[in-house]
């Protein structure tokens, strides 16, 4: 009898010990949001909400005095954004000018860097090569080096008496008044060909304020020095990603590709690329980021002249807001070019996804296959 009394008080549910609901998890997750709470407050108090308060005044006809969130600041709702895109005048015109400005830039410098980036990288990759880290240094170098400063350099380098024109002058070629001419380099072209004046059908109309004729402009001979200096100081900092994704390609794929009689060029084509297919969009997704907020070059070396030809969305933000005290324009531009920007790393990401291989098909069912008795 006593041994039934306690053999049910043992199998009561209610009789044994309960267990704390969330035991050591718990304890866990919250030590893990105390680890990172100074971060959220930092991140939140400096990033977020500095974004939130410029959101506001892209709302406004803020003109830099006194506070933005004051009654007092005229509160106009979308016009700053209206401004760019539906209403004529220079405002417009100035904003799809440097749009077109900066997508010639991204057409250019995208490219041009993640070709020579990706060859530097293959050339210091050779296990042929001596003195692989001078070489490593010598095409970083220019990367961490004071852009402010190199684009002062390119400056004299430029210049309508510099070693530029020196040296095409050396092999009989007038050089162009680099910082002087607002002709674009597809203009130029035209006129070599014999076309000087544009045809009627390309300057009757165009879309967002500018004639199609000034949409084929191409960039100017000054934007394309800035591009030349720009694609030769990022280039090393996207090698050294080519390299270490280069560094992680198995010797072992290489091998066999070599013994099945693959040429250098298929081994590369075929084994390589497909390989470095993550590091490419990285490499071309900060590219492209980059390329759109190109601002301390301009800065420098044009300030949008000439005839704002290196005229920029970001330098025009800053432009807008800081010297002409139109911080509600300025701010919109800002955001603008962030959707912009954030668009076109969507595409981008799209285009160059992996597509899962073993996924089946629409349309196509898997036999099954009958077991065996």
């Excluded at 170098?141 to 002058?169: E, K, M, Q, R």
């Excluded at 009627?200 to 394309?224: E, N, R, Y």
């Amino acid at each position: 009898m006593a041994t039934e009394t306690l053999t049910a008080v043992a199998t009561t549910p209610d009789a044994g010990p309960r267990r704390r609901r969330g035991g050591i998890r718990s304890n866990e997750t919250l030590a893990g949001w105390l680890f990172v709470a100074p971060v959220i407050v930092i991140l939140g108090l400096f990033l977020l909400l500095p974004i939130l308060m410029a959101l506001w005044v892209s709302l406004t006809d803020w003109n830099g005095q006194g506070s933005p969130f004051t009654g007092d600041v005229p509160f106009v709702g979308a016009d700053n954004y209206t401004r760019l895109f539906a209403e004529d005048g220079l405002a417009r015109r100035d904003f799809m000018t440097s749009i077109r400005n900066n997508i010639y830039y991204v057409a250019i410098v995208v490219p041009a860097q993640t070709v020579l980036a990706l060859g530097l990288a293959l050339v210091v990759n050779n296990r042929m090569l001596k003195g692989k880290s001078f070489f490593r240094s010598a095409f970083y170098f220019p990367s961490v080096t004071s852009s402010v400063a190199i684009s002062v350099v390119f400056l004299f380098l430029f210049a309508n008496s510099g070693a530029v024109n020196a040296l095409l002058g050396f092999f009989g070629i007038d050089g162009p008044e680099w910082f002087a001419d607002s002709r674009g380099v597809l203009h130029l072209l035209f006129g070599a060909v014999g076309v000087d004046s544009p045809p009627a059908a390309l300057t009757d109309g165009g879309p967002f304020g500018l004639t199609w004729w000034d949409w084929l402009a191409g960039p100017s001979v000054a934007m394309v020095s800035i591009i030349t200096l720009v694609v030769w100081t990022t280039s090393g900092t996207f090698m050294l990603m080519f390299l270490a994704g280069l560094q992680n390609v198995p010797v072992t794929l290489d091998e066999a590709s070599t013994l099945d009689g693959a040429s250098r060029w298929q081994r590369f084509r075929y084994v390589t690329l497909p390989l470095l297919r993550p590091t490419t969009f990285l490499v071309l997704t900060l590219g492209m980021i980059g390329s759109w907020q190109v601002f301390d070059q301009v800065y420098v070396m044009s300030q949008g002249d000439p005839a704002k030809t290196t005229l920029t969305p970001a330098y025009l933000s800053y432009r807008t807001a800081f010297r002409d005290f139109d911080y509600g324009s300025g701010a919109a531009i800002s955001f603008v070019l962030f959707l912009i920007i954030i668009v076109l790393t969507l595409i981008q990401r799209r285009v160059l996804a992996e597509r899962d291989t073993d996924r089946p098909r629409r349309g196509w069912r898997r036999r099954r296959v009958p077991e065996r008795s």
